[in-house]
């Protein structure tokens, strides 16, 4: 008997440990590129990344792809007047952030899809009355072809539609990227289940770098 | 008083009170239906914003739980929710000015189920709200809400 107790609980603290190396998978496109090394030749895998970007942020100021190096982020896409699944999202939004308050490795990114009445002013605003201070998360403004292809990197769906409430369809990932800008998870927004997975997710990432510092 | 019409008065009270309580029941059953349609419609239509709770969110939505305020413009509700809201509102102590977009494809019925959904959850007790109710209110806002379009 106590053979089997000790054998229960050795099986218990290896799931552990196998907890604590799990990572996150690496989402997206994919290219095996061979190089020259020394002579010999090396294959690596080259994976799809967020491209570098500039847009203007809710306090008008320029926000650039570098200001997310040493962090990891969360990237969706939103516009303030909309009357269906975006105030589900920013409210989860919201979750994410007071989670993760004041960390500096944690950030959070949102487009507005719509440029033509969502200018920064619009987002301050909005960002105020969610009331959400510091640039921890932010808020950006940018051309409607600027937004558009960067969701398409992201690989969320975005375009204007008359037909659709509020005059946008759009989907209402969270999407999560690593410091390398690689894609790491995609989440549904609306789903609390799914932002609790989020979570989760991103403190496996956090780990990640935590781990291979050491 | 003979006996016997004392008994007949004791019965024609009992059957008077048999009524009022059938009525009692017939209002309850019916605010019970009506709660439960306007739930499901709640939840596909306002919960996005105004939160499962009616907790709203943050200063862009106002909560629905300020029970002095939903009961002091009872008469408001069924226009807001048919035709939508460009004002200011003050709710819970706090300022609101969202536009709460407009709902026009909602029946006289539905918005009924609605509003006496969010009228008895939260904290709200306003009993039933039904349909004809619903439709003297609807009636009165046409000309007030195209007076607030052009305000703005």
Same mark, same amino acid.
């Given at each position: 008997?106590?053979?089997?107790?000790?054998?229960?609980?050795?099986?218990?603290?290896?799931?552990?440990?196998?907890?604590?190396?799990?990572?996150?998978?690496?989402?997206?496109?994919?290219?095996?590129?061979?190089?020259?090394?020394?002579?010999?030749?090396?294959?690596?895998?080259?994976?799809?990344?967020?491209?570098?970007?500039?847009?203007?942020?809710?306090?008008?100021?320029?926000?650039?792809?570098?200001?997310?190096?040493?962090?990891?982020?969360?990237?969706?896409?939103?516009?303030?007047?909309?009357?269906?699944?975006?105030?589900?999202?920013?409210?989860?939004?919201?979750?994410?952030?007071?989670?993760?308050?004041?960390?500096?490795?944690?950030?959070?990114?949102?487009?507005?899809?719509?440029?033509?009445?969502?200018?920064?002013?619009?987002?301050?605003?909005?960002?105020?009355?969610?009331?959400?201070?510091?640039?921890?998360?932010?808020?950006?403004?940018?051309?409607?072809?600027?937004?558009?292809? #960067?969701?398409?990197?992201? #690989?969320?769906?975005?375009?204007?539609?008359?037909?659709?409430?509020?005059?946008?369809?759009?989907?209402?990932?969270?999407?999560?990227?690593?410091?390398?800008?690689?894609?790491?998870?995609?989440?549904?927004?609306?789903?609390?289940?799914?932002?609790?997975?989020? #979570?989760?997710? #991103?403190?496996?990432?956090?780990?990640?770098?935590?781990?291979?510092?050491? | 008083?003979?006996?016997?019409?004392?008994?007949?008065?004791?019965?024609?009270?009992?059957?008077?009170?048999?009524?009022?309580?059938?009525?009692?029941?017939?209002?309850?059953?019916?605010?019970?239906?009506?709660?439960?349609?306007?739930?499901?419609?709640?939840? *596909?239509?306002?919960?996005?914003?105004?939160?499962?709770?009616?907790?709203?969110?943050?200063?862009?939505?106002?909560?629905?739980?300020?029970?002095?305020?939903? !009961?002091?413009? =009872?008469?408001?509700?069924?226009?807001?929710?048919?035709?939508?809201?460009?004002?200011?509102?003050?709710?819970?102590? =706090?300022?609101?000015?969202?536009?709460?977009?407009?709902?026009?494809?909602?029946?006289?019925?539905?918005? *009924?189920?609605?509003?006496?959904?969010?009228?008895?959850?939260?904290?709200?007790?306003?009993?039933?709200?039904?349909?004809?109710?619903?439709?003297?209110?609807?009636?009165?806002?046409?000309?007030?809400?195209?007076? !607030?379009?052009?305000? !703005?």
């Amino acid at each position: 008997m106590k053979k089997y107790v000790s054998f229960a609980i050795s099986l218990m603290l290896w799931a552990c440990a196998q907890e604590e190396q799990k990572r996150l998978p690496i989402l997206g496109e994919r290219e095996a590129v061979t190089k020259e090394v020394n002579g010999k030749s090396i294959t690596d895998t080259i994976y799809q990344t967020i491209p570098s970007f500039t847009f203007i942020n809710q306090d008008s100021m320029a926000v650039t792809s570098k200001d997310f190096d040493n962090s990891i982020y969360v990237a969706d896409f939103f516009f303030t007047s909309c009357p269906s699944i975006c105030p589900t999202m920013s409210k989860n939004l919201l979750k994410v952030l007071n989670k993760y308050q004041g960390n500096s490795e944690v950030k959070i990114l949102s487009h507005s899809i719509d440029s033509k009445y969502d200018t920064p002013w619009v987002l301050k605003r909005y960002a105020d009355k969610l009331g959400v201070e510091g640039n921890q998360w932010q808020f950006v403004h940018g051309s409607q072809q600027d937004i558009y292809t #960067m969701a398409d990197k992201y #690989m969320v769906y975005a375009k204007e539609d008359a037909e659709a409430p509020g005059g946008f369809e759009h989907q209402g990932w969270f999407i999560l990227i690593d410091k390398e800008k690689r894609i790491r998870g995609a989440y549904d927004g609306t789903n609390d289940d799914q932002v609790a997975q989020l #979570m989760r997710d #991103m403190d496996i990432l956090l780990s990640e770098y935590s781990n291979d510092k050491k | 008083m003979t006996k016997n019409s004392l008994i007949l008065v004791c019965f024609f009270l009992a059957v008077i009170t048999c009524v009022i309580n059938g009525c009692q029941g017939q209002q309850e059953i019916k605010k019970a239906q009506f709660f439960t349609n306007g739930q499901s419609l709640y939840s *596909a239509k306002c919960e996005n914003c105004h939160g499962a709770k009616g907790e709203g969110l943050g200063n862009l939505y106002p909560p629905l739980t300020d029970t002095a305020f939903v !009961r002091s413009i =009872r008469h408001e509700l069924a226009c807001i929710v048919k035709h939508g809201l460009h004002k200011e509102l003050i709710v819970d102590n =706090r300022t609101f000015d969202t536009e709460m977009p407009a709902n026009p494809a909602l029946t006289d019925q539905e918005i *009924a189920y609605i509003l006496t959904y969010v009228g008895n959850a939260f904290g709200n007790e306003l009993g039933l709200i039904d349909t004809e109710e619903v439709s003297v209110h609807l009636k009165n806002c046409a000309a007030k809400n195209s007076a !607030r379009s052009i305000d !703005r």
